[in-house]
């Protein structure tokens, strides 16, 4: 079954606008949201992670919310690029993996 779920599925914005999207999940233990982006098929990048209920994001964007099940993270992309058209992924993990990272 999909326990991982992510929204919305598509999103239209202007450039200098900022973007939100969504993940949550329902993994029992699991506790870390990453969020990746993937520009013209080419490798995942990670954009960051949140770690139960704190972000550690790469500049120029924002994870907030709650990695536990049940919960939902948020990332922000604080101002929209023509870079920043791409496909963007997020992943459940337990801990520990890199937390320190």
Known sequence: SNQVHQRPESL???QGELAKM???HSIS???VILWYKQSNYRELVLLGYLYG???YPEAG????GDGNA?????LTINQLT???S???YCAANPCPFECSS
């Open 82 to 84: 023509p870079n920043s």
């Open 70 to 74: 049940g919960g939902t993270s948020t």
């Open 61 to 64: 964007f924002d994870i907030e």
């Open 86 to 88: 791409a496909v963007y």
């Open 22 to 24: 969504e993940c949550s």
């Open 53 to 55: 209920k704190t972000g």
């Open 12 to 14: 239209y914005k202007n």
């Open 29 to 31: 233990g699991y506790n």
